[in-house]
């Protein structure tokens, strides 16, 4: 509840709820947002200019930054990290992401976040974790 609260504190609850007055774009239970139809999402992630998407997904970012705790291990948190170029937080996500997949012996989740934070390092400025 705490994540909703944050998000709708920092309006984009209130854009979404409103896009999807609108549009109907998103199916919404409770406070989760879901795109209706893959290929909407894939229309307005082509029509909204790069730096528009990266400034949305920092927005997203921080929100997530003043959650602390309550973002460990959340993929769709590394997600946004890397969507908005942000290369180191999004390898730390994904390791925290890998490891939490890893203690539920999910392995299969666990490789694929591990993989994910070796390509944001290749993107990254730490030379010397590269």
Request: hydrophobic share 40%; glycine share 4%; with cysteine.
């Amino acid at each position: 509840m705490q994540k909703y609260e944050l998000l709708k504190s920092d309006g984009l609850v209130d854009l979404l709820e409103e896009v999807n007055s609108t549009h109907g774009i998103f199916d919404v239970n409770g406070e989760n947002f879901r795109w209706r139809h893959v290929a909407l999402f894939e229309a307005l992630q082509s029509i909204i200019i790069s730096n528009e998407r990266t400034e949305i997904h920092e927005r997203i970012c921080d929100s997530f930054d003043r959650m602390s705790e309550m973002s460990v291990g959340d993929v769709q948190h590394a997600k946004h990290y890397s969507m908005a170029g942000k290369w180191n937080e999004a390898c730390d996500k994904y390791m925290e992401s890998g490891i939490v997949a890893s203690q539920s012996f999910n392995f299969v989740d666990a490789v694929a976040c591990y993989e994910e934070a070796k390509k944001c390092l290749a993107q990254s400025a730490r030379p010397s974790l590269k």
